[in-house]
T-cell receptor, first 112, second 116 residues
Framework: GDSVTQMEGPVTLSEEAFLTINCTYT??????LFWYVQYPGEGLQLLLK?????DKGSNKGFEATYRKETTSFHLEKGSVQVSDSAVYFC???????????FGSGTRLLVRP | ETGVTQTPRHLVMGMTNKKSLKCEQH?????MYWYKQSAKKPLELMFV???????ENNSVPSRFSPECPNSSHLFLHLHTLQPEDSALYLC???????????????FGPGTRLTVT
C-alpha cells in the first residue's frame, strides 16, 4: 500500500546550520506531497506542498522538490533558527481518496 | 474563533467513563477528520466525514463513536476505553476532495487523552 518513510530523529542542529530531513514515498499513482510542522502543544500546520513531479514547494525558508525518479520529497532549509524546533511530518495524498498518509515524523531541535 | 478548535484540550478518564471530544471548524469546509497521534507512531486516520456523511472508518474499535451533526461540528464519543487509547486526538477539516489533489487539511490543537 501507499506509505511514507522519514528519517528518524531527533535531528539536533546549531542555529544557522543547514537542514535536510529525508522523506521517501511509495505510491501506486501520482500523489500530491506535503510537509506539515507541529510546534509543541499545537496541531499540525501545512508548511509546503507539491502536486506534480519537479514541482518545488517553499515557505518560510523551507523548500522541498518532488522527485519522481527517486520517489523523494526531502525538506531543506539553508539556515535554521531556534524557533524552527518542532516535529516535521511528510505526507502524501492520493487523488480520489480522502486519505492523507503521514510519515512517523522527525523531531528537530535547534540549539542557540 | 478562527480555524479549527477542539475541546477539551486535556482529558483524564477512567476505563468505565463516557466522555466526548468536540471539534468545531470556522473555515467553511465540508469535510472533517479524526486522527489519533500516539508516541513514536505515524498519525492514524480514524474517521472521515464529507458533507456530514461518514466516508471512511479505518477499522476503529466500536468504543470510539463519531458524530457529525453539521459541517462545522464533529464529535468523538468515548466509552469503555483502554489505557492504550491514551493519545493526542487531532481533528482536521478541508474542502471535500474533488480528485484534483489540491486539498489542504487544517488541524486543531488536539485533545490530550489519558485513560487510567
Amino acid at each position: 500500500g501507499d506509505s511514507v518513510t522519514q528519517m528518524e530523529g531527533p535531528v539536533t542542529l546549531s542555529e544557522e546550520a543547514f537542514l535536510t530531513i529525508n522523506c521517501t514515498y511509495t505510491a501506486t499513482g501520482y500523489p500530491s506531497l506535503f510537509w506539515y510542522v507541529q510546534y509543541p502543544g499545537e496541531g499540525l500546520q501545512l508548511l509546503l506542498k507539491a502536486t506534480k513531479a519537479d514541482d518545488k514547494g517553499s515557505n518560510k525558508g523551507f523548500e522541498a522538490t518532488y522527485r519522481k525518479e527517486t520517489t523523494s520529497f526531502h525538506l531543506e532549509k539553508g539556515s535554521v533558527q531556534v524557533s524552527d524546533s518542532a516535529v516535521y511530518f511528510c505526507a502524501l495524498w492520493m487523488d480520489s481518496s480522502y486519505k492523507l498518509i503521514f510519515g512517523s515524523g522527525t523531531r528537530l531541535l535547534v540549539r542557540p | 474563533e478562527t480555524g479549527v478548535t477542539q475541546t477539551p484540550r486535556h482529558l483524564v478518564m477512567g476505563m468505565t467513563n463516557k466522555k466526548s471530544l468536540k471539534c468545531e471548524q470556522h473555515l467553511g469546509h465540508n469535510a472533517m477528520y479524526w486522527y489519533k497521534q500516539s508516541a513514536k507512531k505515524p498519525l492514524e486516520l480514524m474517521f472521515v466525514y464529507s458533507l456530514e456523511e461518514r466516508v471512511e472508518n479505518n477499522s476503529v474499535p466500536s468504543r470510539f463513536s463519531p458524530e457529525c451533526p453539521n459541517s462545522s461540528h464533529l464529535f468523538l464519543h468515548l466509552h469503555t476505553l483502554q489505557p492504550e487509547d491514551s493519545a493526542l486526538y487531532l481533528c482536521a477539516s478541508s474542502q471535500r476532495p474533488l480528485g484534483t489533489g489540491e486539498v489542504e487539511q487544517y488541524f486543531g490543537p488536539g485533545t490530550r487523552l489519558t485513560v487510567t
